[in-house]
């Protein structure tokens, strides 16, 4: 579940709270109790940080399948080829 900050517009009080997505946002200040509250956008703590994540976290081998298969197919035409022309 994520945590949604809210700030309230009459009193500045600022809380996080832990929400379903589907909930409804709080209005409803606890601090003064008037329904002033807005939801803020915040930084996620998730961040993803470096060159090439995906190609070394999620890419599949199917494509070094597909160009090995393919070398092998050029080296196999060419040695086909080769041992005609003797």
Sequence with gaps: ??????????CNHRLEKLQKMS?????????????ELSKLVS??????????WYETDFKGSKKKNESNSASESNKSSSSSSSSTSD
């Design 43 to 52: 930084a996620s703590s998730f961040k993803l940080k470096g060159t090439g």
């Design 1 to 10: 579940m994520p945590i949604y900050e809210y700030r309230c517009k009459e």
């Design 23 to 35: 909930d409804d946002p709080l209005k409803d200040c606890p601090a003064c109790e008037k329904p």
